[in-house]
Every structure is written in structure tokens, then in C-alpha cells.
């Protein structure tokens, strides 16, 4: 049996690589810190559990839903959009996923055909590329001029636009950075975009995680016809702590939401039923659980951040969002003696027990990426550890 050339170019997850490689060596029995981790570590909150619950209990769980939806949680996710975007967004216009993940993914099988240009900001969330490929698709990868803050400007778009050039995909907050685009920057990027007809994907996904008064704002609140030229995913996962429910949010165009329902019909039928009426409490239910979660991240930023931005090599520029750190770690390297960053990384891990996430995966030989998706404890405990690292190796 050969495998089809799509799967065999399909590069596996680095993010799932490390953490699957952390927990190798925990099964073997050493101590292990992992901040590979891309989601919070809390646990739903009860209200939502509830909910979930009794919609299993009463027997409404049981059955498959719409294919893009069940109609109130379409209907609590158009209200979202009314209150936290202020875009009035018809129910057509709106679809509910298995995951924001997947929604990306029905995007660019909705979008693209063979050889259409992607261009894709770096450094960039792991999938982004692998589900343009997935699409037939070409993903092109845009250097940012600016390598402190990691943000493209129309000028970087430039420099990468062809005849073929057909989709935008925007991330802000970033994942890896938790860097956030202004609104003057994304006036720019939306100009651009509408000057050279250019479709924008923005993903959303941690909006809510915003902190010290930072501002989350969306390539499609820009210009009001950036409504029609912007494809809008989010979703539950990182805001209420639901990664493991599976469920994300579409707002667009209706012709692409259709074509996507389409895809998504024929390939998982529905978001499971119990996922989608948790998802319903948490948007309509208490937003204090979820609040309480932000406050903490925002907390465990600042510890975070003044742990790593002294260790001897590593070079930082403060993020506003998500929950990741990625320094550019050149010169700890180069004092050491690497030229390669996974290298680097995996030593850390088999010397002392912290697992982190090497860059490559996200487009960068010189970065490594860090989650404070853990306790500040563990947090300082590892950073500790990859000090001893860094000065007894030297
Ligand atoms: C940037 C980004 N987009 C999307 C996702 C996926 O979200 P979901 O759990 O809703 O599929 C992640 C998860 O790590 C992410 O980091």
C-alpha cells in the first residue's frame, strides 16, 4: 500500500511532537516539566459542565444536530459577534465547527484550489501550513521586516504577493508570540488587502486572552467592506477552557459559510451534541469563571516574562496575549555552541526535564517557544532549571 503523496507531505504536529516526547519521559520515570502545553489547565468551569450534563441526561445530546449547528448556539454566537465585534452577522453567515481547527481547515478546502498562494505571517501557529497543503494549496511564508515585535506591514505582503496570491491568514493574539496588531496596523493590512483583492482569514481563537489593557481588534471591524472580504473562526476552547470539547465559531460571506457546511457535512455531519450545548452556557451563562482564568494568565505573564527575559542569551519583547513567551535564543545558542534549535531544545529536556518547544515547527531556527499554561510554581521551578542549564554548560 502507497500512501498518497498529500499524506506523505504532511509535516507531524511539533507542538503535539514535544509534548508527546515529554511524556515518554515521564512514563520512564523522570521528572518532567512541560511547557509545550497550548491550552489552559483548567479544568471547564461547573456551570458549563452542567449544562452538558443535563443535556446528555435529558436524552437532547443523543441525536445528531444541523450540520452547521444547533440553532441557539448559532443564535448565542451571533449575539458574540453583535456585542464583542459589533457586527450584525445573519444566522446563514454563521456555522459552528468541530474545533476552530477545523473550521481553518473546511476554510481552505472551501477556498483554494491547486497551487493558490496562502501567504502566512511568521512566525505561525503549526497547522497553518500543513492544511493549505491539505487544500492543494500553496502556503507562503511572509518574513516580518520587523523580527523585535514579529508583525507584518502591507511592505512585507509585498514583497511575497504573486498572480496567485488568494487568501490573508492573520493571528492576533499570536500563537506563538502573543503579540497583538493594532488598529492602525490592521487598517493598513485591510487596505492592502482590499486594494489587491486579497480574502482574509482571521483567527480569533484568543481574543479574550488580552492583558494589561491591551486591545484585541479584528482585520474584519477595519472597513466595513472587510465584513464580506474576511472569514472570522474562533471558538470555546481557549477562553473557557474547553479544548478537549471541540468546538469553534465561523462568521463570513454566506457562499463560503455554505461551502464549508458542505464540507463539514460530508465529513463529521455536526460538532457533537453535548459539546455544542455546553458551548451555548458558556457564552450565554456567567462570564466570572472565565474572567478569573484571564486575570490569572495575566498574572502568571508578568512572573513569566521577568523569569525569562534574564536568562543570559534569551531576547524578549513583552506580549500582550495568548499565553506563550518566544524568545529569540540566538545567543544562547551561539554561547553553547548549537547551530540548531530542536537540538538545543531536546538537550534541555534530556538534562533537565523541562520540555519545551523548538521554533522550527512555527517557521524559526532561533526561537523556542514557552507556555505559562502551568502553575507559576512549576513555571519558576523549570526556569530555574534551564538556567543551571545554561550556565553550567557554558
Ligand atoms: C492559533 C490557534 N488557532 C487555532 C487553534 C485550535 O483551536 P481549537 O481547539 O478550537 O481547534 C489553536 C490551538 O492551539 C491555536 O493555537
Given at each position: 500500500m502507497k500512501l498518497s503523496t498529500r499524506a506523505q507531505q504532511i509535516s507531524p504536529s511539533a507542538t503535539l511532537q514535544a509534548a508527546a516526547m515529554a511524556?515518554?519521559?515521564?512514563?520512564s520515570g523522570r521528572d518532567v516539566i512541560s511547557l509545550t502545553v497550548g491550552e489552559p489547565d483548567f479544568f471547564t468551569p461547573k456551570n458549563i459542565q452542567e449544562k452538558a450534563i443535563e443535556s446528555i441526561r435529558d436524552g437532547s445530546a443523543s441525536f445528531y444536530?444541523?450540520?452547521?449547528g444547533l440553532p441557539a448556539l448559532k443564535k448565542a454566537v451571533q449575539e458574540y459577534f453583535h456585542t464583542s465585534y459589533h457586527l450584525n452577522y445573519e444566522l446563514k453567515e454563521i456555522m459552528i465547527n468541530p474545533g476552530a481547527k477545523f473550521g481553518l481547515y473546511a476554510a481552505f478546502m472551501a477556498l483554494l484550489n491547486t497551487g493558490d498562494e496562502v501567504l502566512i505571517p511568521t512566525p505561525y501557529w503549526v497547522s497553518y501550513s500543513e492544511q493549505v497543503k491539505l487544500a492543494d494549496g500553496v502556503p507562503i511564508f511572509v518574513e516580518p521586516f520587523d523580527q523585535k515585535s514579529c508583525k507584518v506591514t502591507p511592505a512585507d505582503l509585498e514583497k511575497y504577493?504573486?498572480?496567485k496570491t488568494k487568501?490573508?491568514?492573520m493571528n492576533s493574539p499570536a500563537n506563538p508570540t502573543g503579540m497583538i496588531y493594532t488598529?492602525?496596523?490592521l487598517t493598513a493590512l485591510a487596505d492592502y488587502c482590499l486594494a489587491h483583492d486579497l480574502f482574509v482569514v482571521t483567527d480569533d481563537i484568543y481574543s479574550q486572552l488580552v492583558y494589561h489593557g491591551a486591545e484585541f481588534a479584528s482585520m474584519v471591524n477595519m472597513r466595513p467592506a472587510m465584513k464580506e472580504n474576511t472569514l472570522v473562526i474562533t471558538g470555546v476552547s481557549k477562553t473557557y477552557a474547553m479544548t478537549g470539547w471541540r468546538i469553534g465559531f465561523a462568521a463570513g460571506p454566506v457562499k463560503l459559510i455554505h461551502a464549508m457546511s458542505e464540507i463539514q457535512s460530508h465529513s463529521t455531519s455536526?460538532?457533537?451534541a453535548v459539546s455544542q450545548y455546553a458551548a451555548i452556557e458558556a457564552l450565554n451563562g456567567s462570564q466570572k469563571e472565565a474572567e478569573k482564568m484571564q486575570e490569572t494568565f495575566s498574572k502568571r505573564l508578568d512572573a513569566a516574562y521577568d523569569l525569562v527575559v534574564v536568562l543570559p542569551g534569551f531576547s524578549l519583547v513583552k506580549p500582550q496575549g495568548a499565553f506563550y513567551l518566544f524568545p529569540d535564543v540566538t545567543e544562547a545558542m551561539e554561547k553553547l555552541g548549537y547551530t540548531d534549535v530542536?537540538?538545543?531544545v531536546a538537550d534541555i529536556l534530556e538534562e533537565t526535564g523541562v520540555?519545551?518547544?523548538a521554533g522550527t515547527g512555527f517557521g524559526s531556527n532561533r526561537h523556542l517557544r514557552l507556555s505559562y499554561a502551568v502553575s507559576q510554581e512549576a513555571f519558576a521551578k523549570a526556569i530555574g532549571l534551564i538556567l543551571e542549564f545554561l550556565t553550567l554548560k557554558k
Open positions: 511524556r515518554k519521559l515521564k512514563a444536530t444541523p450540520t452547521d504577493r504573486t498572480d487568501v490573508l491568514l488598529k492602525e496596523e455536526n460538532p457533537a530542536e537540538k538545543f520540555a519545551l518547544v
